[in-house]
């Protein structure tokens, strides 16, 4: 019985469904910052972003960058909220990205 050990609520009170929701939700938080974090701290990468970013405007690369990450997560929409204190120094602000979870 499986199923049903899985649906049942752990100590706390939450399922394991509501377990990964609330991770998702906390990682929603911080994913483009990772992003840039992960560009930020390649070779390859930093070198290429700022090639684009001296070809381009720097708000226009960045924004380009965070609808590319939206769409290979399959985002539905973003959230008016802001992480206004990223960890990378490649972004002064992102938004925080809502998932589609069912």
Do not use: W
């Amino acid at each position: 019985m499986l199923v049903e050990t899985v649906e049942k609520k752990s100590i706390k009170g939450l399922k394991p469904v509501e377990i990964a929701n609330k991770a998702i939700e906390k990682m929603n938080r911080k994913l483009i910052d990772e992003v840039f974090l992960i560009i930020q701290n390649d070779r390859e990468l930093i070198s290429n972003y700022l090639y684009a970013v001296g070809g381009n405007k720097l708000g226009e690369v960045n924004m380009a960058i965070a609808r590319q990450i939206g769409r290979a997560y399959g985002l539905k929409g973003v959230e008016k909220k802001r992480n206004d204190k990223p960890s990378c120094t490649l972004i002064k602000s992102h938004a925080i990205l809502k998932f589609n979870i069912e």
